[in-house]
């Protein structure tokens, strides 16, 4: 029975998340560009929440002003486009790979490479470096190793 009730009661908080009753739109429409357009913006202040999970003031605005951009006939791109010139980049959950963006998304693989390309490039210097080459011991070292082993 209390295994039911858990996985009802986390099952129905994803759908329930932050939102509050006072923030639904009367339209289900509207009401579900509003939370399409949520999951995509990040919270200012939480640690890499949407809007929509968040119980945050900010975030609480946020989807306010979401749904008042809606009802007055903009799109999900101007909706968007209006939060991001306001806010940052930072704001959407991902980023475009546009800009100096584009940067950081290629430095993991570009950093991949590079490594890699040292790696080869020690390994190859160490395969073809002179080897040591054995050496009799001289009469001295030889009594000097000697007198050790008797010690």
């Known amino acids: 029975m209390i295994r039911v009730l858990v996985m009802v009661l986390t099952l129905l908080s994803d759908a329930?998340?932050?939102?509050?009753?006072?923030?639904?739109?009367?339209?289900?429409r509207l009401e579900e560009r509003a939370r399409d357009i949520s999951k995509g913006l990040r919270c200012p202040v939480c640690q890499n929440e949407s809007?929509?999970?968040?119980n945050a003031?900010?975030?609480?605005d946020l989807r306010l002003l979401v749904r008042d951009r809606l009802t007055q006939g903009d799109s999900d791109?101007?909706?968007?486009g209006f939060i991001v010139e306001r806010y940052g980049e930072?704001?959407?959950l991902q980023p475009?790979?546009?800009?100096?963006?584009w940067l950081l998304y290629a430095a993991g693989p570009l950093m991949l490479l590079f490594a890699a390309g040292m790696g080869v490039v020690y390994l190859r210097g160490r395969s073809t470096a002179?080897?040591?080459q054995d050496q009799a011991l001289t009469e001295a070292e030889t009594a000097r190793l000697q007198?050790?082993?008797r010690d």
């Open 51 to 54: 809007i929509d999970e968040s």
């Open 77 to 80: 791109e101007e909706v968007v």
């Open 147 to 149: 007198e050790i082993m």
């Open 57 to 60: 003031n900010i975030a609480k």
């Open 96 to 101: 475009t790979v546009t800009g100096a963006n």
């Open 130 to 132: 002179a080897a040591p």
């Open 90 to 92: 930072y704001v959407l």
């Open 16 to 28: 329930a998340l932050a939102v509050e009753p006072d923030e639904v739109l009367s339209d289900p």
